[in-house]
């Protein structure tokens, strides 16, 4: 019996041309004047010390210049995760934009949460920016629905270790809980830890007879037992 649901965000319950096409944009755009207006706030300045202290760059200028370069090359650097999710909520406070959800995803997940489902997010974006997207959707404030969120801290995506610590975190077996991506190499590491899986193909095709995972084209595709 699945216990837990743990989803990720980009190409799952959100679409991938809202973090490619506006939040990544957003972030590159507004890299450089947030860096200067709050680059000794204290939580901003240690991000930077961190950005420096890995790549020896030896000022500001030299830190946003890695930071983008980052950017370009879709690393998942948890400094870099960590900024462009400051950066984010000063545009949903501006209204620049609000968080995309699939409607499909949205309404599953309110009925997983009423039947009593524990509902969890595990994203390379980190939590703050994970919470700031469930919070300013165009069907309000839905952080309510879940019970915890996990970023790159707690370890790589497609690696088991990380996928065994969340079960610890959330005192449930791997075998109670369900993973949901639509990357395969995810879904492998969670699977390896005993985690049902199921892999979410919005778009394109899947050779479903190349893995052991089910497939579904939406969160309406499947059922949780």
Known sequence: MIKA???DIEGTTSSLSFVKDVLFPYARKHMDDFVHAHAHDHEVRALLDEVASSTHAANDSQIIEQLLRWMREDKK????????????????????????LYDDAMRNLKQWHAHGKQLYVFSSGSVHAQKLLFKHTEYGDLTSLFSGYFDTTVGSKKEAV???????IIETPPQGILFLSDI????????????????????GEADNTATTHRLARNFDHFSVE
Not at 85 to 96: A, P
Not at 162 to 168: C, D, G, L, N, T
């Open 5 to 7: 649901i743990i989803t």
């Open 77 to 100: 650097i948890t400094p870099l995760k960590a900024l462009q999710g400051m950066i984010w909520e000063q545009g949903y406070k501006r209204g620049d934009f609000t968080g995309h």
């Open 162 to 168: 990380s996928y065994r610590k969340i079960a610890q």
């Open 184 to 203: 395969k190499e995810e879904l492998d590491a969670a699977q390896q830890t005993g985690m049902k899986t199921m892999w979410l193909v919005r778009d």
